[in-house]
T-cell receptor
């Protein structure tokens, strides 16, 4: 079974509007971390936001917020006031197990391409 | 910028050859992870190094090997290259220290083409 599912292959959003990118995950480990990364056409993965499984509040970083619904196993990324520079591929990723665990690898979803229209 | 650097940027090899990719981690980080990203897919975990020891490995054959040096920089070696090894290879560094978050910061990647 896929650990991370991103059901939207591509999304369009009008400049200055908000957009939500979906991510669902599957794990039986009570301790895990969820990450969102942005990958422009240049290829570099840019860290956006992190949510720990025990965090009580949804994470926010500037225009990025993470809508964490633990019971539904979803971790959607919300980008407010979209800008042309937000056009990129967005990946949701999960670390299973605690930070200090063995081999804290990231498992990535297939990604969502976001295009911001002017 | 993350402070993670990778070299070379691009590389073209032929089947059967060997390749070494290099990564310098961000200052203060003690862990380096390597990922392979095929075109149109998400990155796949190859392995991770923590304090110069392999600290986890993904589903990759033994011809993928690595090293981490005392300054925490790292190398990824691939022997007997196959066409399917053509991909973007991403290095990520992180600080694993107790219960702190272990956010992985990625370098710009090395694009490997195998002909």
């Amino acid at each position: 079974a896929q650990k991370i599912t991103q059901t939207q292959p591509g999304m369009f959003v009008q400049e200055k509007e908000a957009v939500t990118l979906d991510c669902t995950y599957d794990t039986s480990d009570p301790s895990y971390g969820l990450f969102w990364y942005k990958q422009p056409s240049s290829g570099e993965m840019i860290f956006l936001i992190y949510q720990g499984s025990y965090d009580q509040q949804n994470a926010t970083e500037g225009r990025y917020s993470l809508n964490f619904q633990k019971a539904r196993k979803s971790a959607n990324l919300v980008i407010s006031a979209s800008q042309l520079g937000d056009s990129a591929m967005y990946f949701c990723a999960m670390r299973e197990g605690p930070v200090w665990g063995y081999g804290n690898k990231l498992v990535f979803g297939a990604g969502t391409i976001l295009r911001v229209k002017s | 910028e993350t402070g993670v650097t990778q070299s070379p940027t691009h590389l073209i090899k032929t089947r059967g050859q060997q390749v070494t990719l290099r990564c310098s981690s961000q200052s203060g980080h003690n862990t380096v992870s390597w990922y392979q990203q095929a075109l149109g897919q998400g990155p796949q975990f190859i392995f991770q190094y923590y304090r110069e020891e392999e600290n986890g490995r993904g589903n990759f054959p033994p011809r993928f090997s690595g090293l981490q040096f005392p300054n925490y920089s790292s190398e990824l070696n691939v022997n007997a290259l196959e066409l399917d090894d053509s991909a973007l290879y991403l290095c990520a560094s992180s600080l694993v220290a107790g219960r702190d978050t272990d956010t992985q910061y990625f370098g710009p990647g090395t694009r490997l083409t195998v002909l």
